[in-house]
């Protein structure tokens, strides 16, 4: 929006709040059904603003490039510690600003220059940071999809097997942004040590549901790194991830490198103890409140069912996760139904589905509906509030 420069700052600044205002007041009533967003608790929230909005660190408590930090080192130790604790991971970083920013670090060490990978295409869930055109497409070419079920949505095993044992790829990456029901790690994870080929985990959306226990167990089923969103179903500041069992200490050193310098410098230390609050709720409530959100999509799955609409999945229960995916092609597809719910305050994704053209990206045929803002408020009718820790005031 061009700004009208004979407008004074201070009705700039006027506009900015208001601006601000009512974002907040119409997000307060929207019905917000994206699944990359979550909301912070009040406790979070409270020590989301503090002189570490200004501050620099880079590398590790103890070991730093910077002076000054000693008070945000015990933040960093801490947060590091929990996660480890949570995910039952030799080794976290926590350092990396977002989801895509840890994948970046990790394929930077871990994919050797045009080696061949095996990775989700994006229609059939798979994040763009997988693709060609994403992260994974700057250290190679030879991105092989996941061979799947006519279902769309499962991994063909058989063919899975045989994909890896002739390719021998360097890695295969599991998880989704579409992502209805658990990756096959245990199915694949002999052949992919006959093929010496790693395996990765992309819990951006699953991680809260991970760190309670449900959904799968990664780093358990046979995963060396797992990378996540601190955001989604994890439901703390936006930043990201990677954890590994730790038991591979040259593995370690690569991704540490990877983190930084490789991918970051500094890491936005004003949300790290926003990150340590939250981890600290998911260890505290995260399983009630990751059974409620599996619970408020299933819900919403067969009420949709119910009413005729064309929910992805039935014969598998339409979904194990917090999400739920719609064929909209009885309402002109994904990008015509999401600006309607939108005109009516209810915010979903436009979403490919599995089969169609990547070109559909920006008109495809599906849409997705994910409830972990809904639950986190309390608004589904089995569902009280996610609880919080006490503000720090
Ligand atoms: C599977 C997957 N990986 C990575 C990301 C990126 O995460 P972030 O938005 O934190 O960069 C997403 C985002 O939704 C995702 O779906």
């Known amino acids: 929006m061009a700004v009208d ?34 909301v912070l608790s009040p406790a979070a929230r409270s020590v989301l603003v503090s002189d570490l909005l ?36 030799g080794w976290a970083d926590v350092r990396p600003i977002s989801g895509t920013v840890a994948n970046e670090a990790v394929f930077s060490r871990i994919v050797p220059q045009g080696a061949t990978v095996v990775a989700h295409t994006v229609a059939g ?74 395996l990765f985990f992309d819990a951006a959306h699953v991680l809260g549901l991970v760190a309670a226990g449900r959904f799968q167990d990664p780093l358990r089923e046979g995963v060396d790194v797992m990378c996540g969103s601190t955001h989604k179903t994890f439901f703390g500041p936006q930043r990201g991830l990677v954890l590994a069992r730790g038991d591979d200490p040259e593995l370690v050193k690569d991704l540490d490198k990877g983190v930084f310098p490789g991918s970051s410098s500094n890491h936005h230390l004003f949300s790290l103890p926003a990150l ?7 260890e505290a409530f995260g399983g009630r409140y990751a059974d409620d959100t599996v619970a408020n999509a299933q819900a919403l799955a067969r009420a949709l069912a119910g009413r005729g609409l064309a929910v992805a999945c039935a014969e598998r229960g339409y979904t194990q996760s917090h999400q739920v995916a719609l064929d909209a092609a009885a309402f002109g597809g994904g990008k015509r139904a999401s600006a309607r719910l939108s005109a009516q ?11 169609e053209p990547a070109r559909n990206a920006v008109d495809p045929r599906g849409i997705t509906l994910r409830p972990p803002i809904v639950t986190s408020r309390g608004w589904a009718s089995r569902t009280s509030p996610r609880p919080s820790l006490a503000p720090m005031v």
């Not at 055109?133 to 097997?161: C, F, H, N, Q, V």
């Not at 915010?347 to 490919?352: D, H, R, S, V, Y």
């Open 125 to 198: 869930g798979g994040h763009i940071s997988h693709a060609r055109i994403g992260s994974l497409g700057k250290r190679t070419r030879e991105i092989r999809a996941w061979p799947m079920a006519p279902d769309g949505y499962s991994i063909d095993l058989p063919a899975a097997r045989d994909l890896i044992a002739r390719e021998k790829p360097a890695l295969a990456v599991f998880g989704r942004s579409l992502f209805l029901f658990p990756e096959p790690l245990r199915d694949l994870r002999d052949v992919c040590a006959e093929a010496g080929t790693r």
């Open 54 to 89: 200004h501050r620099y660190a880079e590398g590790h408590p103890g070991g730093r490039y910077y002076e000054g930090t000693r008070f945000v080192d015990e933040i960093e130790t801490l947060a590091t510690e929990t996660m480890q604790r949570i995910f039952r991971a």
């Open 276 to 282: 340590l609050v939250s981890a600290l709720e998911v």
């Open 345 to 355: 305050d209810i915010i979903c994704n436009m979403n490919l589905l599995p089969g």
């Open 5 to 38: 420069t004979t407008t004074s700052a201070r009705d700039l600044l006027r506009r900015v709040r208001q601006t601000l205002d009512a974002n907040d007041r119409w997000r307060a009533r929207t019905l917000n059904l994206i699944a990359s967003e979550n």
